[in-house]
């Protein structure tokens, strides 16, 4: 049972190639603050406490799936696989067909569904999202943001008296639905038992000849299901990971974010703009980072130490009172009160 008294199964789809990350690194596996992509969304997820977690990735996708079952061995979490790229909603089919028949009531239970490469979700909205939806007795509850510059976004279309009657991709647009500015974030919460029998009402016939899984909401609403939708507050949430340049701008927000809960910790952070953290880093009451501070790894750092400024420490430890300046570390031991630096260069035989 999920953390909000229902059975919730999650599906993550992350098939998609990421051939405009123009990277030899797999796209889910790329890193934010310490973190693969993947691992942002999954966490994510979490907070809902699902029953499963099916994650559905492409046939040569090995090692993401290896990295994420060792990351996340805290979570239901199982991988599988979509053998060709025939859309979002076929890999939806995947992970469905992943999770078999619920137990006990093989109609109750309601499925969330996100796309994995949106490391940008928080934990609560996933919450509010599915809490929204129960309250609502919807047969599907989509996740919209409001965007002043929508393109690439699929936009949401309303009947005259408000409700969601479908959601058109920007290719197969026509100039007034271009014109829309709320957006699917291709997040969705769905009961269970409507789920397979919209998706097998789904046909490819639109620009790129592919299996949308945003076609569920118009083959829902022509079903005469109810389809509700559920706005965020902070539309910087629903921004998806293609290219280098946007995953720069996600990396920019997780750092700032991490920053922000330090800071509201008793962590002291001179210059945030010059700071990085991982999310994987701990750190104590009334600890200073100087400017050009880079804390990485399983680093942790006691009370009252001082770090920086231009300090880069890498899986170390760092003691009550210790001040480490203009210094390198790698898996060294920084003792209390200890002083280190400018200039050394730590690791396991050479800290103090």
Not at 283 to 292: D, H, N, S
Not at 296 to 313: F, K
Request: glycine share 10%; proline share 7%; with cysteine.
């Amino acid at each position: 049972m999920s953390a909000l008294g229902v059975d919730l199964a999650a599906i993550v789809l992350a098939a998609g190639s990421g051939s405009r990350m123009r990277s030899g690194l797999r796209k889910p596996l790329h890193p934010l603050a310490g973190a693969p992509m993947l691992a942002h969304v999954v966490d994510a997820l979490g907070a809902c406490r699902p029953d499963r977690i099916v994650v559905v990735l492409g046939p040569d996708d090995e090692i993401v799936a290896k990295e994420m079952q060792t990351r996340t061995a805290h979570l239901p979490l199982e991988v599988t696989e979509q053998p060709a790229p025939r859309g979002t909603g076929d890999a939806a089919a995947c992970g469905l067909a992943a999770l078999g028949d619920p137990a006990g009531d093989p109609e109750a239970g309601e499925l969330l569904i996100v796309p994995g490469d949106a490391p940008l979700l928080r934990p609560a909205t996933l919450r509010e999202l599915v809490a929204h939806h129960l309250a609502s007795g919807a047969a599907c509850t989509l996740l919209t943001a409001r965007v002043e510059a929508p393109s690439g976004y699929g936009r949401v279309v309303r009947g005259p008296e408000g409700s969601v009657r479908g959601i058109v991709e920007q290719a197969d647009a026509s100039p007034d639905e271009l014109a829309i500015d709320e957006i699917c974030t291709s997040v969705y919460v769905v009961r269970r038992s409507f789920c397979g029998p919209a998706l097998r009402r789904i046909r490819p016939d639109n620009a790129a000849g592919e299996f949308y899984l945003t076609d569920i909401v118009q083959v829902l609403a022509r079903m005469g299901h109810r389809v509700d939708s559920f706005t965020l507050s902070d539309a910087t949430e629903a921004q998806g990971v293609n290219d280098q340049a946007q995953l720069a701008a996600a990396r920019a927000e997780v750092r700032r974010r991490v920053i922000d809960g330090w800071l509201r910790e008793g962590v002291s952070v001179v210059d945030p703009h010059t700071t990085h953290i991982d999310v994987t880093v701990r750190l104590a009451a009334g600890v200073v980072l100087r400017p050009g501070t880079i804390l990485e790894g399983h680093t942790v750092v006691g009370s009252d130490a001082v770090i920086g400024p231009y300090t880069r420490l890498v899986d170390c430890a760092v003691g009550a009172g210790a001040v480490v300046e203009m210094s390198q570390g790698t898996d060294a031991e920084v003792g209390p009160d200890e002083r280190v630096g400018p200039f050394a260069s730590l690791g396991p035989a050479t800290a103090p």
